[in-house]
């Protein structure tokens, strides 16, 4: 009996310990650096939803009413938001295919997170405080931003491995 309990009691913790190195959000309204929203999973603060859907788009929702979109619907499968430790906020397919980014890369500064705030806007703030990227929305009507392709986000990563850096968030 002993044994059972000690060896039920380990599968529960390497079961609690899975799931909390998958470094997912399930819900609430921060993402922090190394975690990420997979399919179905959102930052909520009601009544607004930011969710990385199942057709790789990642939306913001007022309610039922998209105010801001990745613009990257059906471009890929199980599709994933990160948001890394080196400060850039990427949408990746499952073939690891960058389809969107924050271009935040390198501007972090410490622990950085976005959120979902109460006004309808998605943040993301640096180790200072300081916001580096947003939505823009505020609640308002749907904002429309141009994705950046591959090769555009290649290079910008090489600029960036190459020591040039945009000081604009």
């Not at 009413?65 to 397919?93: E, H, I, M």
């Not at 960058?98 to 997170?113: C, E, K, Q, S, V």
């Not at 405080?129 to 986000?153: C, M, N």
Request: glycine fraction near 8%; charge should be negative.
């Amino acid at each position: 009996m002993a044994v059972c309990m000690r060896l039920a009691t380990a599968l529960s913790l390497a079961m609690v310990a899975a799931t909390m190195m998958s470094a997912t959000v399930r819900g609430g309204p921060v993402l922090q650096q190394g975690y990420q929203l997979r399919a179905g999973e959102a930052l909520t603060y009601a009544p607004y939803t930011f969710i990385m859907q199942d057709d790789c788009n990642l939306v913001l929702y007022n309610n039922i009413r998209p105010l801001w979109s990745s613009q990257t619907y059906n471009k890929g499968s199980n599709c994933v938001f990160a948001l890394q430790y080196d400060g850039n906020g990427v949408l990746y397919t499952d073939a690891g295919v960058a389809l969107f980014a924050t271009i935040t890369y390198g501007r972090n500064d410490g622990a950085h997170f976005i959120i979902m705030q109460y006004d309808g806007n998605v943040v993301m703030y640096n180790g200072y405080r300081k916001p580096i990227w947003a939505t823009g929305t505020y609640g308002q009507s749907f904002t429309q931003i141009k994705p950046v392709d591959t090769a555009e986000l290649e290079s910008l990563q090489l600029a960036e491995s190459a020591g040039v850096r945009s000081d604009s968030p």
